[in-house]
């Protein structure tokens, strides 16, 4: 198994109190495996990306474990954590490709963070060559600044400096957002493509649009408010959606490419819950058709059938 998170609790330490962004969450991801995380916005899925690699205040690590090929990850160390950042795990964090920095060539950015994990620009030279190549780029982008690119040119670019030392782990937050279909389509085969080539183990590809993991994703997990409510493999998920907000979001998926962000979910009135001093029980009672006494409960994470965990008191009290 490559990651194994477990009870992981990430908050975010404001002057009103603690959002409780990342409460309680566990899962796996197994080796060669590409997991979808999505949920609406504000659920908490780039809190989780970005604490496995950047965790800094106002982040606060609250408890739980996570283990990469073994090895619990030291996330609550910024420093410790340096041993670990692109080399064993990369992430490409959501805006990526708008934020970097316009005063430095593509080249130097990359001479700059080899030079920042020790490893030698000459040494990864040919290999750089390579995965350009792969990517379609060519190699004179290393001597462009990032507005001479375009918006897929400049993702791709993202892509290959995430990955180039091989990491067992990468966190791809929304890189397909801001790129139109066709480009999604490409970015998202490219990904594949990474981990088909081993250039990294595991992946976990998170997105606002459903639909592109159906064409990528292994295995699917839901968030909502803060926690991680159904996990399955993509067709079954997709098939038979147990969680009634997973039902809801699969029912009110619209076409293709329209994220279902920019959409009011069909059928639930409200938004999700604020985060900071959230109420007991089920997050999602406020939304929910089918709630009922105890769901002021917190419904545990709980394995229904093989390959699929539900967190809801509808589908546990089935199985006992
Ligand atoms: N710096 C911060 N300080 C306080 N609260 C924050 C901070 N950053 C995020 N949050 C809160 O943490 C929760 C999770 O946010 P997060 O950005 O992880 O969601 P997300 O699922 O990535 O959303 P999106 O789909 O919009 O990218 C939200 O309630 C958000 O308001
Ligand atoms: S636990 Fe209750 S409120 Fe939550 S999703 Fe299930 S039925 Fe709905
Ligand atoms: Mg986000």
Redesign the pocket.
Known sequence: MAVSVKNLKIYYQTLRGQVQAVDNVSFDIKDHEILGMAGESGCGKSTFSNSLVLLKPPMKFMGGRVELDGESLPLADFRKMNEFRYKKISLIPQYAMNALNPTRKIGRMIAELLASRGVSFSKISRELDRRLKLVNLNRSVMKMYPFELSGGMRQRAVMVIATLLDPSLLLADEITSALDVSTQKAVAKMLVQFRDMDLVKSLVFVTHDISILYQIADRVLIMYAGKAVEIAPTKKITKEPL???TRLLISSLPDVGVKYSERRLAGIKGRPPGLLNPFPG?R??ER?P???E??DKE?PLAEVSENHQVA???EVGNNG
Do not use: A, E, S
């Open positions: 969680h009634p907000y089920c999602f009672k929910c089918v709630r009922f105890k769901c419904p809801c008191w509808r």
